[in-house]
């Protein structure tokens, strides 16, 4: 996962969405991540492993 800090991503918003093909982007404020952007397909993804419980299992 991509990280920066949210001031920087404030900033320069391109740096984060240009990322976002390769990987999801958390964001920092603090050395402690207060956000994480992540693409439509991944969301969807994420979102499918939710509805499944014994899959989520299986991959942590």
């Known amino acids: 996962m991509f990280t920066l ?5 404030k900033q320069n918003f391109g740096v984060p969405i240009g990322q976002l093909a390769q ?3 958390a964001m920092e404020r603090h050395h402690q ?11 969807q993804s ?4 939710a509805q499944q419980p014994g899959e989520l299992r ?3």
């Open 5 to 9: 800090a949210a001031s920087r991503a």
């Open 23 to 25: 990987s999801p982007v």
């Open 33 to 43: 991540t207060v956000a994480v952007v992540m693409s439509p397909e991944s969301a």
């Open 46 to 49: 994420v979102a499918r492993l």
């Open 58 to 60: 299986r991959l942590a």
